[in-house]
């Protein structure tokens, strides 16, 4: 009984799908008939070529516009870094008094720091870097 209604249905299905497919291409045919008429219809082309030139004034406009804003803002960002290295230098002069070049004081001298970096000490250092992790002193 189960069998047999597989049966019936599967007929039906490969009934339909027959039928179905020579009648949907023949729909399809007729759609893409009537998109290619459409298509190649002298107003349809006229609109399609109008709607191109519009869409390339306006393409072109906007591209004007924002190279205009481009370089208006980078005019503006030119003077803003000129006034701050200005200013910089104001300041500068300022804090290291009349007639002083900035360039003529000298470095500050580098100590060692064997406080922090046991490492950097002498030879006669007995430092055990065992506990750390590090190799040992030698002779030990």
Do not use: C
Not at 52 to 75: E, F, L
Not at 104 to 131: C, M, Q, V
Request: no cysteine; aromatic share 2%; proline share 4%.
């Amino acid at each position: 009984m189960k069998l047999l209604r597989l049966l019936t249905f599967t007929a039906g299905a490969a009934v339909g799908y027959v039928v179905g497919a020579k009648q949907g291409q023949q729909g399809l045919d007729k759609i893409k008939d009537t998109a290619r008429e459409t298509w190649n219809d002298p107003k349809v082309q006229e609109t399609v070529h109008k709607v191109g030139d519009q869409a390339n004034r306006v393409a072109h406009d906007v591209a004007d516009q924002a190279k205009d804003a481009v370089s208006a803002a980078a005019q503006s960002a030119e003077k803003k870094v000129s006034e701050a290295a200005d200013d910089a230098k104001e300041r500068l002069s300022s804090a290291t008094g009349p007639g002083s070049d900035s360039d003529e004081r000298p470095a500050p001298a580098a100590k060692a720091d064997t406080i922090s970096d046991p490492g950097l000490g002498g030879a006669d250092s007995e430092s055990d870097w065992a506990d750390e992790g590090g190799r040992p002193a030698s002779g030990s």
